[in-house]
């Protein structure tokens, strides 16, 4: 099924259906999502995980018709470009999603993930942030969020120690709310934030 969204599209779309793995959440299993179509630079896919436009995301796809070769897993940096709410599928939404660079994942089919004990359990969400810190400003998106703490993605490495200030839109209550914190790790582009605890 061909999609209506506001894209002028340079590229051939190519209708593909197959699995598509949303990596970087804290699912025991990913989310579930099927691919409808691709192109060089861009892909369709159906899931139930509700995602916000303009948040970055790594997209796995197995048997990637983008590949050379058959059977091979390929995973991207990608950024949802747009959403809507699909009545006639299985899946609550469709998303159409802009591929930026491939991730090499050197022969493993998903990335390993990270297991800690946790004082708070997590949710996972896709929440556009800005972080603020003696250093300015950066955006990222809150990947998973809990009580003590926030997983972020951004672009910019952040350093361990770090001290920031999280301005996080709630949708719901139609707010902005600012947490202070501390990271506690980093890497290439993901952190994670322990929020300073409150009097």
């Known amino acids: 099924m061909e999609e209506e969204n506001a894209e002028k599209r340079s590229r ?9 793995r949303l990596e970087g959440f804290a699912f025991e299993s990913s989310p579930e999502a099927r691919m409808g ?25 197995p048997a990637s018709p983008l590949a050379e070769g058959e059977q ?36 493993a ?4 993930r990270r297991r800690e004990s946790r004082a708070h359990p997590r949710k996972d969400c896709s929440i556009p942030t800005l972080i603020r810190s003696s250093r300015g400003n950066l955006r990222g998106t809150i990947a998973n ?8 993605r951004c672009a910019e490495p952040l350093e361990k120690g770090q001290r920031v200030l ?17 990271v506690v790790w980093a890497e290439r582009d993901r952190v994670g934030i322990r929020f300073d605890r409150r009097a």
């Open 109 to 112: 089919e998903a990335p390993s």
């Open 166 to 182: 999280l301005n996080i839109p709630l949708r719901q209550k139609k707010k902005i709310v600012s947490r202070s914190g501390t």
């Open 145 to 152: 969020a809990s009580a003590g703490g926030v997983l972020i």
């Open 12 to 20: 051939t779309r190519f209708e593909h259906r197959g699995p598509v």
């Open 37 to 61: 179509n691709f192109s060089e630079k861009g892909i369709y896919f159906e899931s139930d995980f509700y995602l916000v436009p303009g948040s970055r995301v790594l997209i796995g796809i």
């Open 72 to 107: 091979v897993y390929e995973c991207y940096r990608a950024v949802i470009r747009w959403r809507r709410f699909l009545e006639d599928s299985v899946f609550d939404y469709g998303y159409g999603v802009e591929l930026e660079e491939k991730i090499a994942r050197n022969g």
